[in-house]
C-alpha cells in the first residue's frame, strides 16, 4: 500500500468537509433571513 494516496485523501475530505461547513452557515443565515422576513410580513399585515 502506498502512503502518498491515503494523505491525498485525507486532505481531500478536510477541504470537502469545510466548504460543506461554510455552505451550511450561509444556508443557515439565508434561512435566518427568510424566516425573519415572512414574520415581519406578517406582523405588518396584521398591523
Known amino acids: 500500500m502506498n ?3 491515503l494523505q491525498q ?5 478536510q477541504i470537502i468537509y469545510l466548504n460543506l461547513k461554510k455552505f451550511f452557515k ?3 443565515w ?3 433571513l ?3 422576513s415572512i414574520v415581519a ?3 405588518i399585515m396584521q398591523g
Open 34 to 36: 427568510v424566516n425573519v
Open 26 to 28: 450561509l444556508t443557515a
Open 9 to 13: 485523501t485525507k486532505r481531500n475530505k
Open 3 to 5: 502512503i502518498v494516496p
Open 41 to 43: 410580513m406578517k406582523v
Open 30 to 32: 439565508k434561512l435566518v
